[in-house]
């Protein structure tokens, strides 16, 4: 069994981390959500689990662009759903601050901004 465990694919990695990327990355739909179903809609709950699933692995989500394009457009009608949206938007790397000034950009404070006034 620990033979098993330490089983490495071409890129190092541990054979189940690979297995589990390339499951959560079979869930990667073309609008940028992942759904647990393949084939079915996006869905905000399994979308964030994804880009968690990624992050916890230390790799980057795939088509990250297309990804945060969906979450932009995801519908926050409650807030809880705003909560989550900004949580995946961090996991995605989106709401971050900036390098060059140590501040969040405009765009970042916009959107945060636009989030909140939706639920307020």
């Known amino acids: 069994m620990a033979a098993r465990a330490q089983q490495r694919n071409a890129l190092g990695r541990p054979l189940w981390v690979s297995r589990v990327l390339e499951y959560v990355t079979a869930r990667w739909n073309m609008d940028g959500g ?46 809880y759903g705003c909560f989550y949206i900004i949580e995946r938007l961090i996991l995605c790397g989106s709401f971050r601050r900036s390098v060059e000034l140590g501040i969040s950009t405009f765009e970042d404070t916009y959107h945060a901004l636009s989030i909140l006034k939706r639920v307020s």
């Open 34 to 79: 992942y759904n647990l179903c393949q084939s079915v809609e996006s869905g905000g709950q399994d979308t964030y689990y994804a880009l968690a699933i990624f992050s916890l692995l230390d790799v980057p989500a795939p088509k990250i662009e297309t990804t945060v394009k969906w979450l932009q457009s995801f519908p926050a009608d409650n807030i």
